[in-house]
């Protein structure tokens, strides 16, 4: 399972880069907003800050408009990845950008029904959105390991994008689903590096060691 940045923020993006476990990037047009207000000139930056896949999202809401800004994000970067909302405007666009061989991502998904919709118009990614579905009382890793399930299935090539992901156990439980992407904040990647006995090995194995070579030091003189 690959690994995404949900953010628009360089420095971020910089510091996760160094990790070497930097798949790709998920944005929007208010994180972009947040950070920049030339949009354009910002959305340039991420794509050339990130090795992989960077997906720019379009805010037009009828299917001739969105197509016609589709074009225009695919022509931002070469790794650039457009995406559109799940609304039959939005697939309807998203499937003349995935017929021209321009890699697609179906957004604010949320239903399995919705996700074989995506597949069907060839999208490069679906992006199903667990927390917000926990948000309002249902079960989004359950429609996380459907989709899988029927992907799996039915032999769709369209990616499997787990989003709106809240928590390190998000995480896990969207890669032991099957999903083939998790895209998540700045503050959950980095929790996933963390654990109390980690901190502790090391401060234990630190102190160890400083104590061996002060000892040999004062053995030598």
Request: hydrophobic share 45%; with cysteine; proline share 4%.
């Amino acid at each position: 399972m690959k690994l995404f940045l949900d953010t628009a923020n360089l420095e971020e993006i910089r510091e996760i880069k160094k990790w070497g476990v930097l798949g790709g990037l998920t944005s929007n047009p208010t994180l972009i907003a947040r950070e920049h207000s030339d949009i354009e000139t910002h959305m340039k930056a991420l794509c050339a800050e990130v090795d992989g896949p960077v997906s720019l999202e379009t805010t037009e809401e009828t299917a001739d408009a969105i197509y016609e800004q589709g074009l225009q994000l695919a022509q931002v970067a070469s790794n650039a990845v457009v995406k559109v909302a799940m609304t039959p405007d939005g697939i309807s666009a998203g499937k003349r950008l995935a017929d021209q061989g321009i890699p697609v991502n179906v957004t604010l998904t949320f239903s399995p029904a919705q996700a074989i919709l995506a597949a069907e118009i060839g999208a490069t990614y679906v992006s199903p959105f667990l927390g917000r579905l926990d948000d309002v009382g249902a079960d989004g890793m359950y429609v996380l390991r459907e989709i899988c399930e029927i992907y799996e299935m039915q032999g769709y090539d369209t990616l499997v994008l787990a989003a709106s992901l809240r928590h390190p156990m998000h995480v896990i439980e969207a890669a032991k689903a099957g999903a083939d992407v998790a895209t998540m904040p700045y503050s959950v990647f980095t929790q996933l590096v963390k654990h109390p006995l980690t901190d502790v090995g090391l401060e234990k194995f630190l102190s160890d060691w400083n104590k061996l070579q002060k000892e040999l030091k004062e053995g030598v003189h």
